[in-house]
C-alpha cells in the first residue's frame, strides 16, 4: 500500500474495528464527530442490506426496498430439505399467519428465507409453498449464496461461536419481527405458542402498546393441583 | 491444556495483527506529530500499548477477545472488548449521585384500589394491600427522554430517564412506611433507533403485591400511567411473623428497572433504571445509631455499574439489535458517566454496587497504584445485609443485577492516592466469562477513587469488630422441591424444554409455604437468573455449602456453565404473577423466562427431578 495517504488509512480503519480505536482518538481531539444519520438510516445500513433476492414466484425483490421498508415484516430462515427445527417452526408459522388472518399481505408481511440458495430454487421453494398450503402474505426468497449469508448475519440470524455457526443443523429457530418505520426490532422463538406469537406481533401495530387483554387473564394450561407433566431430564 | 492452547492462538494471531497495523501505519507515512495526535505514539517516541499495535496490549484496554469472537460491535458479540467506540479520556468528570425522589402532596386523581382505566391508568388488576397498607408518601416520576452526557468528548445522547436523569432518582424509603408511585409514560415517539415506547417498572428484590411489581407483560403505553404501590413490609407480615413480618428479612438495596416483555434491554440499556434504597431502625443510614453503618447520603453511595457502546462514527450510544448472546461494551460507566472518579474521605464508605447489565459479568477488585490489592468489606449480598461482614480480597464476583453492599476503608491512605475499581474477569462474548483473571491493571478500570485531605470523623462501625446484622431466617420444611434446568434449543431458551409464554402459567405456588428449587445450568453460557418477589436462601451449589458471601438471602443466582444450585424460598403473603428469567438482558428479550403464579391452592409442576 505504498500509495495510501492518511485520509485513507484512516478511511480503512474506520472499518477495521481492530484499529477503530485509533481513528476515534483523532476525531477526538479535533472534538469533531461525522453528522449525524438518522437512526432509521443506520439501521438500514447495519442490519438491512438492499440485496436482490427471488421470490417462490421467480419474481425479483430488493430486501429492503420492497420487503423491509415501512412494514411490519415477520422474518426467519429455513431450507427446504432441513430435518431439524424448520418443519415445527413452518408449522407453527401457519398457524399464526391462520390467526392473523387476512392481515397477512396487507400490513404484515412473512418472509422465510432459505439458508440453501444453492439448492433452494424459487421453484423448489415453490414447491415447499404448495405441499405446505402456505398462503399469500408469506414469501419465501432465495438470492446470491454469500449474498444470504451477510443478510443472514446482519439480521442476527447467526451464532456467535463460528464453529456452531457453520453447522446448519444448529441454525436458529428464533424469528425477527419489527416495525421498520418505528425502528422496533425483536425476536420471538419460532416454536412458541401461536397465540403468543400473534400478540407480539400484534405490538408492533404501534400507537399506543398497551397491556394486552390476554396477559391479564390466567389461561391455565397445566393448573390442577397434583399434576405432573412428566418428561425425560437430561441430567449432566 | 486446552485452553492454555487456545489463549496462544490467540496471542499469536495478536502478533500477527499488530505487525500488520505497523506496516499500515508506517506505508501510510503518518508524521511523528499525526500520530502522537491519534495516540499512538508517547511523546518519548515508543509506540504505545494499544490493541492491535502491541501484542502485549490486549488485555490493557477494555478487556481481551478470543479466538470464535467477531470484531464488529454490531455483528452479534457486541464489541469483544476490542475498542470499536471513539477514545475518550478516563476519569475527567465527578461521578454523578442520582437525586433523592421527592414526594407529592398529593395525586390527583386520587389513588384508587381498582384500575382508573377511564382516567388513562395501564393497572389491570387491584392493588391487594392499598386499604391494609396505605401510602403515608406519594411520589409521580414521568419516564421521557432527556439529553444527557455520558462523557464530555461525547456528543449529547438521548436517553429515556426517570424524572430526567440516569440513573433515575433514588427512592429512599423506610420499612413501615407504604408509599405509591404514580408512573407516566411520556416517553417520545422517535426511539432514535431502539426501544420501545411501552414500559412495565419492575422493583428489582421487592416484597411487592404483583400488580406493582413490574411483571414484564403488565405493561403501558405512551401517555398512559400506571399506580405502583410499594408497602415496604417485611415477609411474613400477614402470615409466619404478624403484624409487622420477620426482621431477618429486611432488604436495604433495591432498584427499579423497566422490565418490558421482548425490549428490556433495549429500554434498560437507554436508561430505565435507578436505586430504591430501604432503611429501617437497624440500617439506620446515621451511622450513630443502630448497625451504625456510613450515613447516608454523604458516605453511603449508590453505584451502577454498565458497559455499552458507542459508535464509532458518530459518538451515538449504540444498542446491538442483531446480538442474541449478550451485550458486551467497551465503555464502562458509574452513575451514568463513563469512567468517572469519585473524590473521598480518609475513612470509611458504604457502596452500593449494582451491575446495571446488559450481559457482562464482573470480578471487582480495588486496585491500588503499586498493583497491589485493597481488601474490602462485603455486608450485603442482593440487598440484604449478610449475619457478618466477609472481608474479601480476591474480588467480588457479580452477574448482572447482582447487588453487592461493599464498606471499602480509606483511613489507611494518604491525601492523593488513587485507588481504582477494576473489573479483572475477562469474557469475550454474551455467553459467558472465561473465567481467567486478569492481572491487576490489565482488567477494565471502571472507576478512580481521589483521597482527599479534609480532616474527617468516622462513627462508623469498623468491620473487623465482626458486628452482627440480620441472621439468615431459619427454614420450615418444604411443600414441594421443583427442579429447572435451563438450555438452548436451536438457539431458542428452554426451561425444562419449554417455551416462554406470557399467558402461560408453568406451575402455581401455595402462599405461605415453602419450596426449594433446584436450577441446572447448560453447556457453554453462563446465567443470572433472577426470580421475583421472594428472595432465597442458597443451599448447595453442586453440591457444597456455598461460600459466607452467598450463604444468604438473594435474587440473583449465578449459573455458570453445568452448575446445580440448590435455593430455599418462602413464598409469603401476596398473591399474583411473578416471572423467573435470565437478567442477561439479551437472553431475557429473547424469551429465556417463565411464568408461575402465587395462590391459596398451588399445584406440584416441574416437580420432576430425575435423580429424586
Redesign the interface.
Same mark, same amino acid.
Given at each position: 500500500?505504498?500509495d495510501?495517504?492518511?485520509r485513507?488509512?484512516l478511511a480503512?480503519? !474506520?472499518v477495521a474495528?481492530?484499529?477503530?480505536?485509533?481513528?476515534?482518538?483523532? !476525531? =477526538?481531539?479535533d472534538?469533531k464527530?461525522?453528522?449525524?444519520?438518522s437512526?432509521?438510516e443506520?439501521?438500514q445500513k447495519?442490519?438491512f442490506p438492499n440485496f436482490e433476492l427471488t421470490t417462490h414466484e421467480g419474481k425479483k425483490v430488493r430486501f429492503y426496498d420492497d420487503l423491509v421498508k415501512d412494514k411490519i415484516v415477520v422474518i426467519n430462515f429455513m431450507y427446504v430439505k432441513c430435518e431439524?427445527?424448520c418443519m415445527p417452526v413452518t408449522m407453527n408459522l401457519k398457524k399464526v399467519q391462520n390467526l392473523l388472518g387476512r392481515r397477512v399481505g396487507r400490513d404484515i408481511f412473512m418472509y422465510s428465507i432459505t439458508l440453501k440458495p444453492e439448492e433452494d430454487t424459487p421453484r423448489a421453494l415453490s414447491r415447499y409453498v404448495q405441499a405446505h398450503k402456505i398462503k399469500p402474505g408469506w414469501t419465501f426468497l432465495t438470492g446470491k449464496p454469500e449474498e444470504i449469508n451477510t443478510l443472514r448475519?446482519?439480521?442476527?440470524f447467526?451464532?456467535?461461536?463460528?464453529?456452531l455457526d457453520k453447522d446448519l443443523t444448529?441454525? =436458529?429457530?428464533?424469528v425477527k419481527y419489527g416495525n421498520e418505520a418505528?425502528?422496533?426490532?425483536?425476536?420471538?422463538?419460532?416454536? !412458541?405458542?401461536a397465540?403468543?406469537i400473534v400478540?407480539?406481533i400484534q405490538?408492533m401495530d404501534g +400507537?399506543? !402498546?398497551? =397491556?394486552?387483554g390476554?396477559? +391479564?387473564?390466567?389461561?391455565?394450561?397445566?393448573?390442577?393441583?397434583?399434576?405432573?407433566?412428566?418428561?425425560v431430564?437430561?441430567?449432566? | 491444556m486446552a485452553n492454555i492452547s487456545k489463549r496462544n492462538r490467540r496471542r499469536e494471531r495478536e502478533i500477527k495483527n499488530a505487525a500488520k497495523n505497523r506496516r499500515e501505519i508506517i506505508a501510510a507515512r503518518l508524521t511523528r506529530r499525526d500520530m502522537i495526535k491519534a495516540g499512538l505514539l508517547t511523546s518519548a517516541g515508543y509506540l504505545i500499548q494499544k490493541n492491535g499495535l502491541s501484542a502485549r496490549a490486549q488485555f490493557s484496554g477494555g478487556g481481551s477477545f478470543g479466538d470464535d469472537c467477531d470484531r464488529r460491535w454490531w455483528d452479534g458479540s457486541g464489541g469483544n472488548g476490542t475498542p470499536v467506540s471513539p477514545p475518550t479520556t478516563p476519569f475527567v468528570e465527578p461521578m454523578p449521585i442520582p437525586p433523592i425522589a421527592q414526594t407529592v402532596p398529593a395525586l390527583s386523581p386520587a389513588p384508587t384500589v381498582a384500575p382508573n382505566t377511564g382516567a388513562g391508568e395501564g393497572r389491570t388488576r387491584n392493588h391487594q394491600a392499598f386499604t391494609t397498607l396505605p401510602p403515608v408518601k406519594f411520589y409521580e416520576v414521568h419516564q421521557r427522554e432527556q439529553l444527557l452526557s455520558m462523557h464530555p468528548e461525547l456528543p449529547l445522547q438521548r436517553l429515556w430517564t426517570f424524572n430526567g436523569t440516569v440513573p433515575g432518582q433514588t427512592y429512599v424509603s423506610q420499612y413501615g412506611q407504604p408509599i405509591l408511585v404514580r408512573n407516566f409514560n411520556d416517553l417520545p415517539n422517535d426511539n432514535g433507533g431502539f426501544g420501545l415506547q411501552s414500559v412495565s417498572t419492575h422493583l428489582h428484590n421487592g416484597h411487592t403485591p404483583s400488580e406493582s411489581d413490574g411483571f414484564p407483560c403488565d405493561f403501558f403505553g405512551q401517555t398512559k400511567w400506571y399506580d405502583q404501590h410499594y408497602p415496604n413490609v417485611l415477609a411474613g407480615f400477614a402470615s409466619s411473623h404478624p403484624p409487622t413480618g420477620d426482621i431477618r428479612e429486611s432488604m436495604s438495596t433495591l432498584w427499579y428497572h423497566d422490565h418490558r416483555v421482548d425490549f428490556t434491554a433495549q429500554n434498560v440499556y437507554k436508561g430505565l433504571a435507578g436505586f430504591y434504597l430501604l432503611f429501617n431502625q437497624f440500617d439506620t443510614g446515621d451511622e450513630t445509631t443502630g448497625f451504625r453503618l456510613p450515613s447516608f447520603p454523604n458516605f453511603d453511595i449508590p453505584m451502577m455499574f454498565n458497559d455499552k457502546n458507542f459508535d464509532p462514527d458518530d459518538g451515538v450510544l449504540a444498542f446491538d439489535l442483531a446480538n442474541r448472546d449478550g451485550i458486551l461494551g467497551d465503555k464502562f460507566l458509574v452513575n451514568g458517566k463513563i469512567q468517572p472518579f469519585f473524590e473521598v474521605k480518609r475513612r470509611r464508605y458504604r457502596f452500593r454496587w449494582l451491575n446495571g447489565g446488559p450481559s457482562r459479568f464482573y470480578r471487582m477488585y480495588l486496585t491500588k497504584s503499586n498493583l497491589t490489592n485493597h481488601p474490602f468489606w462485603v455486608i450485603a449480598n442482593d440487598g440484604n445485609l449478610l449475619p457478618n461482614p466477609v472481608q474479601t480480597t480476591t474480588g467480588l464476583m457479580m452477574g448482572v443485577a447482582e447487588r453487592m453492599d461493599v464498606i471499602v476503608d480509606f483511613s489507611s491512605f494518604a491525601a492523593g492516592s488513587i485507588i481504582h475499581i477494576e473489573n479483572r474477569l475477562e469474557q469475550c462474548d454474551g455467553a459467558g466469562p472465561t473465567n481467567n483473571i486478569l492481572a491487576a491493571g490489565q482488567g477494565n478500570k471502571m472507576l478512580q477513587f481521589r483521597v482527599v485531605s479534609d480532616p474527617v470523623t468516622d462513627n462508623s462501625v469498623d468491620p473487623a469488630t465482626n458486628p452482627t446484622f440480620y441472621q439468615v431466617p431459619t427454614r420450615v420444611t418444604e411443600r414441594i422441591r421443583r427442579c429447572f434446568e435451563f438450555d438452548r434449543r436451536n438457539g431458542q431458551w428452554v426451561i425444562n424444554d419449554e417455551l416462554f409464554d406470557c399467558n402461560d402459567v408453568r406451575f402455581r405456588v401455595k402462599r405461605n409455604t415453602a419450596e426449594i428449587w433446584e436450577l441446572n445450568g447448560g453447556f457453554n453460557w453462563s446465567h443470572p437468573i433472577h426470580i421475583h418477589f421472594e428472595e432465597h436462601q442458597v443451599l448447595k451449589r453442586n453440591g457444597q455449602t456455598p461460600t459466607l458471601i452467598e450463604r444468604a438471602r438473594k435474587d440473583v443466582i449465578r449459573l455458570g456453565e453445568n452448575d446445580d444450585v440448590e435455593i430455599y424460598f418462602r413464598f409469603r403473603d401476596f398473591v399474583g404473577r411473578y416471572p423467573m428469567h435470565c437478567h442477561n438482558t439479551i437472553h431475557e428479550d429473547h424469551a429465556m423466562m417463565l411464568r408461575f403464579d402465587i395462590d391459596d391452592v398451588g399445584n406440584n409442576n416441574e416437580n420432576d427431578c430425575g435423580h429424586h
Open positions: 500500500m505504498p495510501m495517504n492518511r485513507k488509512l480503512t480503519l !474506520a474495528p481492530l484499529a477503530a480505536g485509533v481513528v476515534g482518538r483523532a !476525531a =477526538t481531539s472534538n464527530f461525522k453528522v449525524a444519520e437512526s432509521r443506520k439501521l447495519r442490519y431439524g427445527v448475519r446482519s439480521l442476527g447467526k451464532d456467535a461461536k463460528a464453529k444448529n441454525h =436458529t429457530g428464533m418505528r425502528e422496533w426490532w425483536a425476536m420471538f422463538p419460532g416454536e !412458541a405458542n397465540p403468543w400478540e407480539c405490538w +400507537g399506543n !402498546a398497551e =397491556t394486552t390476554a396477559a +391479564g387473564q390466567n389461561k391455565t394450561k397445566r393448573n390442577e393441583p397434583g399434576h405432573n407433566h412428566s418428561k431430564r437430561n441430567k449432566g | -
